[in-house]
């Protein structure tokens, strides 16, 4: 019975759904039941009444109807094109999706019948999710020395809160654990990694400090109280030491307990995130040679932490050394196949290989001969990276304006293009003719994979999310790099249509009433009349020279024409 009972429940939800979508039709009948009911009250049972009244219509009253339509529909395509700059979609579409087309049967909600199709789309939909994850970036800046000098001088904001809260978790993540709260420095610095307000959470390092030598309180310090580059090397140093020892004594103790293994695995996050940080301080103080030493110390140490992506910096140093042999021989080891890909090592790769052709190529001589194995490999290269992000040329050809990059970059996306270009651009001028190569070569990409939401060419098709993430990502004064460029909402060129000919119809309507007038009288007798079958085209025309009053001398030429 109960399985009667359900099967028939079903059945008629799915009529309901189904009459749903001849909801237009109804409407249409009962419209037109309606004005036959009423037809004697409001006086229509007569057409003649009715053409005799929209007749008795001055010019006005046109006027001011078409310039009413073209006000409304003017507000709502202002509207619209401000939510689609904003969220890029169509407001009126995304209700219609939203609410409408449930209503309308367009959604089935029977699980049951697509459970193979939502089997068979799990891959792609686990593929999509993990290349929408926002990740640290391994070249961010130091915030009180660099990104609160920047609001100083502009007054501007580079960082938006959720970037912060991004970082606000991963703080919690690396240098915290649960056993912070048996050490009253260590449960200071829980709390203060919590906090919102950056003095507050500077006065809780400065309390943690006055109980016990704290290197999670150093590194706050360093990070946000620390005015120039030095005074932060000089905080990390301190961090440095009292993060060392803290190293050292939970390593002999890792085995007594979980609770011992999780300070311990604290403690490494702290010194491998301590000595970066030294290793990027001396990179920024032109101790480019030490700070690689630094970084080649740190990966030999701890090869198995590769969430901090340090060879990204070892790249960028390298880079700066011009030690070019070097800089393969670590994309050797992190551009393979089963590795996750990046801007750095696509883009960097594409570098070494333009580098050995990009100062004797011009594109005419190319043209004329044809390329050769070493320029088609270094054309490979280059789409092979615009493949993967496509948002970095612009930056490396100055076609856009670089910010500062965020804390936190989206793979394949808006914020990676700025972090790698504001480090790389550099790089690029040095090597001659590598950007002049780049600028002749890297749209061809975009004929290899027309359809990049779809189908991709050497890798993943492109994510769909990208846009939405980089917008929380980025500041607001920066104008958000969209790939594939999405085309203008039907909405938006229907409103922008409408607004116009409704604008155009009252100007015409003001500049020339009569004529104006004598069109849509004609109109409306044409509709309305129930004669109007026995219209032609010289009973308009006799009603507009009637209008106009012309002349009958022009009236007769005017037939004879």
């Known amino acids: 019975m109960a399985e009667a009972g359900t099967g028939f429940l079903e059945q008629l939800k799915s009529y309901i759904v189904s009459s749903w979508t001849y909801l237009w039709a109804v409407w249409f009948f009962i419209v037109i039941f309606l004005v036959y009911i009423l037809r004697v009250p409001l006086k229509i049972d007569n057409w003649s009444t009715v053409s005799m009244f929209l007749n008795t219509l001055t010019p006005k009253f046109y006027v001011a109807l078409t310039g009413t339509s073209s006000l409304i529909s003017g507000l709502i395509l202002i509207f619209e094109w401000w939510y689609f700059r904003k969220y890029g979609t169509s407001f009126i579409e995304q209700v219609s999706v939203s609410h409408l087309r449930p209503l309308l049967g367009g959604v089935d909600n029977n699980s049951s019948n697509n459970s193979n199709s939502s089997n068979g789309d799990s891959d792609s939909n686990r593929q999509s999710v993990s290349e929408c994850k926002v990740w640290r970036n391994p070249l961010n800046l130091f915030r009180g020395a660099e990104y609160n000098r920047y609001t100083w001088v502009t007054g501007r904001e580079p960082l938006t809160y959720y970037d912060m809260n991004l970082s606000a978790q991963d703080h919690q993540t690396f240098f915290t654990c649960d056993s912070d709260h048996l050490r009253p420095a260590d449960a200071i610095m829980q709390k203060a990694w919590r906090e919102r307000n950056p003095q507050a959470r500077i006065s809780a390092a400065h309390e943690a400090l006055e109980i016990n030598e704290c290197a999670t309180a150093y590194i706050l310090l360093a990070e ?7 005074e932060a090397e000089k905080l990390f140093k301190q961090a440095l030491k009292a993060g060392d020892g803290c190293y050292r004594r939970s390593q002999q103790l890792q085995h007594h307990g979980s609770q011992y293994e999780a300070q311990h695995r604290r403690d490494t996050n702290v010194l491998v995130y301590i000595k970066r940080r030294l290793a990027m301080c001396a990179r920024r103080l032109g101790r480019t040679r030490e700070a690689v ?18 060879h990204e910096n070892l790249l960028e140093a390298l880079l700066e050394l011009q030690a070019y042999a070097d800089v ?26 333009a580098r050995a052709v990009s100062d004797k190529f011009s594109p005419e001589a190319a043209s004329r001969r044809g390329l050769s194995t070493a320029e088609m490999n270094a054309v490979e290269a280059i789409h092979r990276a615009v493949e993967f992000n496509p948002h970095v040329p612009k930056y490396l050809l100055e076609m856009k304006s670089l910010i500062l990059p965020p804390e936190h970059i ?11 270009a504001f480090f790389h651009l550099a790089h690029w001028k040095r090597v001659e003719g590598a950007l002049n190569l780049l600028h002749c070569t890297w749209e061809g990409t975009f004929r290899m994979i027309p359809y990049p939401l779809e189908k991709g060419h050497l890798f993943y098709p492109y994510p769909i999310c990208t846009e939405t993430a980089d917008r929380e990502l ?29 604008a155009m119809l009252a ?16 109109m409306i007798d044409i509709f309305c009349s129930a ?24 009236q007769s030429q005017h037939f004879q024409n």
């Open 507 to 522: 100007l015409l309507t003001h500049q020339f009433p009569e004529l104006m007038g004598v069109f849509a009288k004609a």
């Open 224 to 230: 946000e109280e620390a005015t120039t580059i030095a």
């Open 410 to 420: 989206l793979k394949r996306g808006d914020s990676e293009a700025i972090a790698y």
């Open 328 to 353: 393969q021989a670590v994309l050797a080891k992190y551009d393979d196949i089963s590795l996750p890909k990046s801007a750095t090592i696509c883009y960097t790769a594409a570098l070494l290989k």
């Open 474 to 502: 980025l500041p607001s004064f920066h104008e958000v790099s969209v790939y594939p460029k999405k085309e203008l909402p039907f909405f938006i060129l229907f409103t922008a249509g409408l607004c116009s000919f409704t």
């Open 531 to 554: 004669e109007f079958r026995d219209w032609n085209c010289e009973s308009i025309f006799t009603s507009v020279e009637d209008e106009l009053e012309i002349p009958p001398a022009l």
């Open 293 to 310: 030493k630094m970084m080649r110390d740190l990966m030999k140490e701890f090869p198995l932490l590769s969430m901090f992506n340090i």
